[in-house]
Structure formats: C-alpha cells, structure tokens
C-alpha cells in the first residue's frame, strides 16, 4: 500500500483536495501561501497555519525559545508574503511528559518575542500530550482583498526579485549537519540566519500598498522551489541573469570549493519573499522597499517559456526543483 | 527539574501566560474556551485550536475518518459553546513517513464530512512529517461581541442546565479500554457517543441569541471538570439536584454495579453544552431550545456558597474535579 513518504507532501495534499468541496468566492484559492475567507466590505480574514516538530524540523543548537520564536515567523512569513500584517498568533503545543517547565517557559518567551517583534499579541492556544514537541502556531489578519498578492498573476516580462540576497541557510546547515568549519567572523551571521530568522512583514506590506507587484510567495522551502511554485502558479517561467548571494556565503563555499549558485538557490527556511514588479513600476517598487530599509534585489524576469533558467558566467543552465520534501526526505 | 507531568495543563498554562502580554480589549479573556479579536461594528472574529494526538487521544477502533471528523466537532464544539457559527475549519497534519495514502484520504473525507455537518468549509492547512498522526485544526467564525457568552457570568439562583443527558462517553471508555461487556441492543449507541460525536453549533447560537445564558462551555473534559471551570471563572458554586443520565448509561451501570452517577461525571470527550439561565428566563431558553430539537436538562443552580455538590437519593455528597489530565495523567 502506498504510503506518504512514497508520494510527498504535494501529491498528500492533491489526494487530499479530491475530497474537499471549495468554499464559493474564497479570496485565495487553493495552493497558495495563506487561507482566506471574505469578511464583507472587501475585507478578508486571511489565516496561515504551520507545523515545527522537534525531532524533524530543530536543527542542532536550536533552543526552546528559538524554536518558538520560528513558529511564529514562519506562520507570519506567509501573511507577509500577501502583503498582510498579522494580528494575532494562536500556539498549540503537543509536549511530552517529561518536558522540562523551564523549556515551556522559554518557549512562552520565544513565543511573546516573537509576536512582539511584529507588533501583535498571543491571545492563546492549547496543550496535549505528545511524544515529541510539537508547535503548531496559527498567523491571522485581516487585509484588503483587493491588495492581496497572490502567487498567481506574474506575466512575461515582469521583473523577479526578492527582498534580499541568499545563501546563509544552505550554509548554516553545512555547518550543522554537515560539520563543515567556518572562521570565526562569519560564523555568528550565518547561524543567526537559522537560529533568529527574519519575517518580511514591513517589506510584503510595502509592496502590497504600492500595487506594483504582480504575485509573492515566501522562500521558506528555498528559492529554487519558490521559482517552481511561483511558476506553476502564474504560467511563466524565469530567467535568472543576477542571482544575489550573500558575502558570507561567497566566503564559506570559496573555502569549502561549493559552488555559490547551490548554497543561494537550493536553502531553505529563510523567510525572504521572491515576487514579480510590473516593468513600469520597477522604480515605485524599489521606493517602496527603501521606505522600509530594505534593498530592492532584482534577479531576472519572468518569461514565456515556462523553463527556470539561470545564468551564470555566461551560460544557460537549468535550475532544479530541489529542496527538502518533508515525507521522501529527497528533492 | 520540573516536568509538565508533574504540573498538569492547567500549571502549564499558568507558567506561560506569566510571559504573554495580554492584547488590550480581548473580547474573550484568557482561560476560556475560544480566542477573539475585536474586528469592529461590534464585530469579533473567534478562533479555537485544538489538537489530536494518535497514540494518545484516540481510542481503539476509531479509524482514520472517524478520528478527523472528530478534530472538527472538538473545534467547533468550544465556539458552539459561545454561540459562535463555524464558517471554515484549517487542518494542520502531522504525518509518519509509513502512513498509508487511504488513511490519508480517509482523513479527507473525515474533515469534509465534519465540516459538511455544520455548513462550513475546510480551506486548507499544512501537512508535516511526525513521530506519530497529529491532528491540529483550527475552527473560525465571526461573531457579534454582545452575544458571545462566556465561562463567567453565572449569578446565584442561575439555572444549571446541558443540552443532553450523559454517561454514555465513560460507558464506552469502560468497554473499549477496561473490556467492560455490553449487552448488543445498547453497545452501537454507546459506542457512537465516542467515535463520531457531536457538536452543539445550533444549540449554542440559540441560547446565544435567546440571550437568557449567563455563562456556559462545552464538557469535553467531563461535566464534574465542566462545573468547576464554571464555578471558577464565575465565583460560584453548584448544587445538582437532578443528574440527566442515558438510559443506555443506567442499564450499562446495572450490569456491572457501577455508580451511574459518576458514568455521568467523570466522563469526558461528549461535547454537549453546560451553561447557567437567568431564572427569569427558563422558558425563553426552555422554547429557544426546542426550536433546534434539543430538550433542556436542568440540573439544579448556581449558588454563592462555592462548593459543587451532587445531591442523590436524598444525600449531598461533594462532585470531585474528577477528569482526565493530559499532561499528568490523574485527575
């Protein structure tokens, strides 16, 4: 008999939809980052829930706040990504038995922290028994339907960018999984990027007022999968002529003969949003970013052909839907 | 150190909130049965979240559907208790690697036929690997704030009512996990009250339009844990004077000389409705009641002396807070 791990979380979720009727008129269909429902007056309560279990998603080093501050970034990461500024975060924690008291506490902190950061609130949650830590956090807030961004709606042409450069994570979990040696001084900055990872709230909000961006999605299961997913979505493909790569990360894979491209598009659990500007707002956009203290990263556009391609050196190749697929434990 | 085995949920629950800062203008406070957030025009968006853990929550025999249209009664049973309408239901799953595809769709079907039942929809969710099948849903309505009732509120001289007899819940427990025998023409009843129970959702949105229902939950902890939680949040006590238990539940007690007062009590997992009338407005409740099928139970009233008594066979004998704790695994 088939199992999950034989077929991998989309085809779970495609067997699942089979047997679900579609609410009429849902502001967000199926397959995006968020769920929505229409509140009336154009509004709409867009809801995001996520699972971090202890033994499958913590990497080594992790404490129990930090893991509990994640839980909250990556649920507000996909509201940000529509360009929805989360109210409120619900946790529910399965824990075991013999869970210290001190490691509830420090969750609780992670969790408050968390909230804090975005200027929201925990209004509560619930606890079981289970036979590992498990948090399930849900992210809500309530936007205007009409600037919601979706993942569908990038045409050809339009500008592929993302809210910052990447390849610390892939890094971070050479040097955690994989016991690659880093010096010293970029250590701390890669770590941080797993350890203290970041929401684009202010930057996805920015975006959504400027009405310059065409669809959005976070970066969480890496950019590659983004590029895929956002592809799928809108009917295009991309082409990738400047892929941004942070100076850390240019530095750990001289040192380890990595190829910088791999670390920057095949990562993942960094919460950056990968979107689509409309050419004649390019500079509307860009504005809108520096308002917040971001800079604007442009990597390509958006093309025809539905094929992902990056650039790089001169030569056309094809960038692979790679990443972690939580059931097969492959690409 | 401390683990959450010795403190319980409820010391949990106390040990995080210590870190939470409480959003101004909650339209429910902590320690009740759902979360709110003010949407305004008088408005509150209601949320609960609540989770199933496989080897721990769920009983023998109950299969893959049953199991997940449970998580959408349990979830919308605590904002039926406030006379909140279910309008979407998000399913938050965890996984093992080896867990069949069918179980997977069964769990669709189970999602979908809950859902159905109370004119809702589910409008997505998360799937994640786990140790074990994590059930994490979350139940979403709005709601006006005026009618939303609450755990505190029950006056003195309040009628202590439920929307059904008990007894049922704890018979089957006995059968399916003390091997307690059962005579056939009752087993199927019995049995049902566990494995696809009900939510009171019309019920509680006519006791909350009725306006007549001081405070009121749900007894999915057991009625005796019920009356205490009430009796905590309201500064009251309660004096029970008529114990409503199922036929079924009598014959089951007979056979095996149990008490059925405490089948009735010390059960948990029905999800009926336990809730305080103003006396002026017994017969108001009384006919609101009636109009969606359900005959009110009285059990006796809510008294300033905060003691929870049981008066039976012309004895008063204390209720215990007698109920299953999650975490330590007594009363």
């Known amino acids: 008999m088939p199992t999950v791990g034989d077929i991998g979380e989309r085809g779970i979720i495609e067997r699942m939809l089979k047997h679900i009727t579609p609410m009429p008129d849902m502001p967000i269909p199926f397959w995006d980052d968020v769920m929505a429902l229409s509140l009336g007056d154009g509004k709409a309560a867009v809801f995001n829930t996520d699972m971090l279990v202890w033994s499958t998603d913590i990497p080594p080093g992790m404490n129990h706040y930090q893991a509990a501050r994640k839980a909250v970034v990556m649920n507000y990461s996909d509201l940000a990504a529509k360009g929805v500024q989360p109210q409120v975060f619900l946790s529910n924690l399965g824990l075991p038995r013999y869970t210290s008291i001190d490691h509830v506490e420090e969750m609780a902190k992670g969790f408050e922290a968390g909230v804090r950061e975005y200027n929201s609130f925990v209004i509560g949650g619930d606890t079981n028994e289970a036979p590992d830590i498990i948090i399930s956090g849900v992210a809500f807030g309530v936007a205007q339907k009409s600037t919601l961004i979706k993942r569908m709606g990038a045409k050809p042409g339009d500008i592929l960018c993302t809210t910052a450069p990447f390849g610390d994570t892939a890094s971070a979990f050479k040097i955690l999984l994989e016991n690659h040696k880093v010096p010293l001084k970029i250590r701390d900055k890669i770590l941080e990027s797993v350890y203290l990872p970041k929401a684009r709230v202010k930057e996805g909000i920015a975006l959504a007022k400027s009405g310059t961006t065409t669809s959005s999605m976070d970066s969480s299961d890496g950019?590659?999968?983004?590029?895929?997913?956002?592809?799928?979505?809108?009917?295009?493909?991309?082409?990738?002529?400047?892929?941004?790569?942070?100076?850390e990360a240019r530095t750990f894979a001289e040192i380890h003969g990595i190829n910088p491209d791999n670390l920057a598009l095949y990562g993942g659990e960094e919460y950056e949003l990968v979107f689509t500007i409309d050419p004649a707002r390019i500079d509307d956009a860009n504005?809108?970013?520096?308002?917040?203290?971001?800079?604007?990263?442009?990597?390509?556009?958006?093309?025809?052909?539905?094929?992902?391609i990056l650039i790089s050196g001169g030569i056309e190749k094809p960038i692979q839907r790679d990443g972690w697929d939580h059931f097969t434990g492959t690409s």
């Open 223 to 247: 950019l590659a999968i983004s590029l895929y997913d956002l592809s799928r979505s809108s009917s295009v493909g991309f082409k990738v002529e400047n892929l941004p790569i942070t100076q």
């Open 287 to 308: 504005s809108a970013l520096r308002k917040v203290g971001c800079i604007l990263q442009v990597l390509g556009k958006a093309t025809k052909k539905k094929d992902i």
